[in-house]
T-cell receptor, first 109, second 113 residues
Framework: GQNIDQPTEMTATEGAIVQINCTYQ??????LFWYQQHAGEAPTFLSY??LDGLEEKGRFSSFLSRSKGYSYLLLKELQMKDSASYLC??????????WGAGTKLIIKP | IAGITQAPTSQILAAGRRMTLRCTQD?????MYWYRQDLGLGLRLIHY???????GKGEVPDGYSVSRANTDDFPLTLASAVPSQTSVYFC????????????FGEGSRLTVL
């Protein structure tokens, strides 16, 4: 079966750096998305990786290793507003989107 | 630009009743999706449509139906609601089938008693 694994919950301190990992086993690969979802709100797009390597976008970066079935989202200079769930999703060979259950990130002052 | 609009935002429904969740987008996207989100389970695809006039079943389609009469509208119908359909429902759209960013509506919180 197809599977996306992410930690259920992580805690970090304001101003610090946190890395949220995502491992996947899917039938084929056509890209990996990261979305942010604040409590009670809709998911919003953060990043998309289809080639190996690091994509940087401001305080957020996303890394992909297709050979390892692994990605991470790196958040720098954490702010209280970064408290949210972070969803990893993979596009498989049939262009179906497989979602992880999400990682709840708690930021402490 | 409104993006995606869902209605209602919240609804309490008696079991056995019929309910339609409405979804409208103004981005002229070809693909639209209905997801449900339950605590600890993440987003699960109910039905999708890659273009107007076509629909397909997702991971959890039982008890739900959809139609795509035009590009903009993609309603989700529960023919006879059951308590296990209590969830938050998100409508989403993208230019092509999962080939780009998904844009989500604000969600519809449905409680079936």
């Amino acid at each position: 079966g197809q599977n996306i694994d992410q930690p259920t919950e992580m805690t970090a301190t304001e101003g610090a750096i946190v890395q949220i990992n995502c491992t996947y086993q899917t039938s084929g690969f056509n890209g990996l998305f990261w979305y942010q979802q604040h409590a009670g709100e809709a998911p919003t797009f953060l990043s998309y990786n289809v080639l190996d390597g690091l994509e940087e976008k401001g305080r957020f970066s996303s890394f992909l290793s297709r050979s390892k079935g692994y990605s991470y989202l790196l958040l720098k200079e954490l702010q209280m507003k970064d408290s949210a769930s972070y969803l990893c999703a993979v596009v498989d060979s049939n262009y179906q989107l497989i979602w992880g259950a999400g990682t709840k990130l708690i930021i402490k002052p | 630009i409104a993006g995606i609009t869902q209605a209602p935002t919240s609804q309490i429904l008696a079991a056995g009743r019929r309910m339609t969740l409405r979804c409208t987008q103004d981005m002229r996207h070809n693909a639209m999706y209905w997801y449900r989100q339950d605590l600890g389970l993440g987003l699960r695809l109910i039905h999708y449509s890659n273009t107007a006039g076509t629909t397909g079943k997702g991971e959890v389609p039982d008890g739900y139906s959809v139609s795509r009469a035009n590009t903009d509208d993609f309603p989700l119908t529960l023919a006879s609601a059951v308590p296990s359909q209590t969830s938050v429902y998100f409508c989403a759209s993208s230019e092509g089938q999962n080939t780009g960013e998904l844009f989500f509506g604000e969600g519809s919180r449905l409680t079936v008693l």
